[in-house]
């Protein structure tokens, strides 16, 4: 109840011990303390304590590196496609990774559809996620263009940017 004081939560024992139970949250021994744990996400249900940031970076990065074939950018979007049956599988690791500047992410089986909030945090998404898989724009095996936008667009639209 602490850290959720100091985090700005107000939050009464009766409630938090209740939503701990509606969470299935347990406790689990970590070193020499007893701390609460929720149930792993997919098949493994053991109740863990979260993991660390470094331990979610080193998670995403592994990821990219194995499933992330193209970031593509338009506007506020950034399109990431995978091999078939990979994007759940990414989009997790990036949602996890809670990266400053997602809105959501959308996955179907080999695209994720990231929405950020704005054309200039989509290019940092992309160059970031293409860092972390080991490829950077200026990579000569991977090309980065830019279409040609309307007289109208400002020049921080980069409608249709392609990063690969």
């Not at 689990?28 to 098949?43: F, I």
């Not at 109740?47 to 660390?52: H, N």
């Amino acid at each position: 109840m602490e850290i959720l004081s100091r985090d700005g939560f107000a939050v009464a024992q009766a409630t938090l011990s209740r939503d701990l139970v509606e969470l299935g949250a347990v406790k689990v021994r970590e070193g020499k303390t007893l701390v609460y744990a929720v149930p792993g996400q997919g098949g493994d249900r053991t109740a863990r304590v979260a993991p660390g940031l470094e331990e979610v970076s080193s998670r995403l990065r592994r990821q990219c590196e194995e499933l992330l074939v193209t970031a593509r950018v338009s506007a506020n979007f950034v399109v990431v496609r995978t091999p078939p049956g990979a994007a759940n599988y990414l989009a997790s690791a990036i949602d996890h990774a809670d990266e400053t500047g997602i809105l959501g992410t959308i996955a179907g089986d080999d695209t994720i559809l990231i929405i950020t909030g704005g054309a200039r945090r989509s290019r940092a998404l992309a160059n970031r996620l293409l860092a972390l898989a080991g490829r950077d724009r200026t990579d000569p095996s991977h090309r980065a263009h830019r279409l040609k936008a309307p007289a109208s667009r400002h020049s921080d639209d980069d409608i249709n940017k392609e990063i690969q």
